[in-house]
Nanobody
Framework: QVQLVESGGGLVQAGGSLRLSCAAS??????????MGWFRQTPGKEREFVAA????????YYADSAKGRFTISRDNAKSTVYLQMNSLKPEDTAVYYC?????????????????WGQGTQVTVSS
């Protein structure tokens, strides 16, 4: 079983920055993780892929909305994945979730992720 705990959300003005963290734990953590990703969701809207990283090689993939502004990274020793968000826009406002997928390649659909964090709120004011 894998447990994911997110932190780092908050209120920021447009153009500002935030860094989200997701700490993973559990007895089967190392064997279960192939890809860790970030999704976001607003009320009344489906969950949207933001970015993902392969755990072993560190390959990354970004949604067009995040490309050039967001950076995903991981610290293998700390079992933690990060999402550095710069140049934030009001449309980035959402609950952000981290998730784990067993896929050998980076998936962008939420149905391919097995474990999810509780989410952290990001609010960007204009």
């Amino acid at each position: 079983q894998v447990q994911l705990v997110e932190s780092g959300g908050g209120l920021v003005q447009a153009g500002g920055s935030l860094r989200l963290s997701c700490a993973a734990s559990g007895r089967t953590f190392s064997s279960a993780i192939y890809v860790m990703g970030w999704f976001r969701q607003t009320p009344g809207k489906e969950r949207e892929f933001v970015a993902a990283i392969s755990w072993r090689r560190g390959n990354t993939y970004y949604a067009d909305s995040a490309k050039g502004r967001f950076t995903i990274s991981r610290d293998n020793a700390k079992s933690t994945v990060y999402l550095q968000m710069n140049s934030l826009k009001p449309e980035d406002t959402a609950v952000y979730y981290c998730a784990v997928s067993p896929s050998a390649v980076i998936p962008t659909l939420d149905t391919y992720y097995n474990y999810w964090g509780q989410g952290t709120q990001v609010t960007v004011s204009s």
